[in-house]
């Protein structure tokens, strides 16, 4: 299997719901990145692993809780959301270099009823 | 502070035609690499050219090119011979190479290409 996976691509949750988003690469990259898109906003960088140890975290609400046991796989866990979480959740990976692209994942349609 | 701005929500382009999408960043670091890419409506992001600060000369991927005005602050796209498949979202990204593993996204161009 090549590239980053995303799984599931499509959720539906309620705001008392707790789900989980997962990322996959067998890449052997380094780096792993939750990004957030909502419509006619940039993306929002979320979080950001590099050998499975969390380097950035940009402010996040706590109700997003990232997980990475190790460097081909990421999650992340969400629990008791607001109806303005609704967005376009993209993972993606970095091999390591500096003038390296980021290889993204299809992203998971997240919908909070 | 680093931003990346794209003024045009949306363009449109005739099929076969070049088209320029507008990227100006925002930075005082010394180095920084400047990516564009593409999210067709399946939503993935996918990678389409390359530029470093300090390289000398325009990068270009095919029918991509990126015209690198450094003292302009501006790294615009251009697509030659367009075609119906480059319907889509156009991302300018930026990355400071000083260590730090952040990108920097703009609000992204909507570009349609009409037969």
């Known amino acids: 299997e090549t590239g980053v996976t995303q799984t599931p691509r499509h959720l539906v949750m309620g705001m008392t719901n707790k789900k989980s988003l997962k990322c996959e690469q067998h890449?052997?990259?380094?780096?792993m990145y939750w990004y957030k898109q909502s419509a006619k906003k940039p993306l929002e960088l979320m979080f950001v692993?590099?050998?499975?140890?969390?380097?950035e975290n940009n402010s996040v609400p706590s109700r997003f809780s990232p997980e990475c046991p190790n460097s081909s796989h990421l999650f992340l866990h969400l629990h008791t959301l607001q109806p303005e979480d609704s967005a376009l959740y993209l993972c993606?990976?970095?091999?390591?270099?500096?003038?390296?692209?980021?290889?993204f994942g299809p992203g998971t349609r997240l919908t909070v009823l | 502070a680093q931003k990346i701005t794209q003024t045009q929500p949306g363009m449109f382009v005739q099929e076969k035609e070049a088209v320029t999408l507008d990227c100006t960043y925002d930075?005082?670091?010394?180095?920084?690499?400047l990516f564009w890419y593409k999210q067709p409506s399946s939503g993935e992001m996918i990678f389409l050219i390359y530029?470093?600060?300090?390289?000398?000369q325009n990068a270009t991927e095919g029918r991509y090119s990126l015209n690198f005005q450094k003292a302009r602050k501006s790294a615009n796209l251009v697509i030659s011979a367009s075609q119906l498949g480059d319907s889509a979202m156009y991302f300018c990204?930026?990355?400071?190479?000083?260590?730090?593993?952040?990108?920097?996204f703009g609000t992204g161009t909507r570009l349609k290409v009409l037969a």
């Open positions: 930075t005082s670091d010394p180095s920084y690499g």
């Open positions: 890449l052997g990259h380094n780096a």
């Open positions: 530029q470093g600060s300090y390289d000398q």
């Open positions: 692993y590099n050998f499975k140890e969390q380097t």
């Open positions: 993606a990976s970095l091999p390591g270099g500096s003038t390296d692209t980021q290889y």
């Open positions: 990204a930026m990355r400071l190479t000083s260590g730090t593993y952040k990108y920097i």
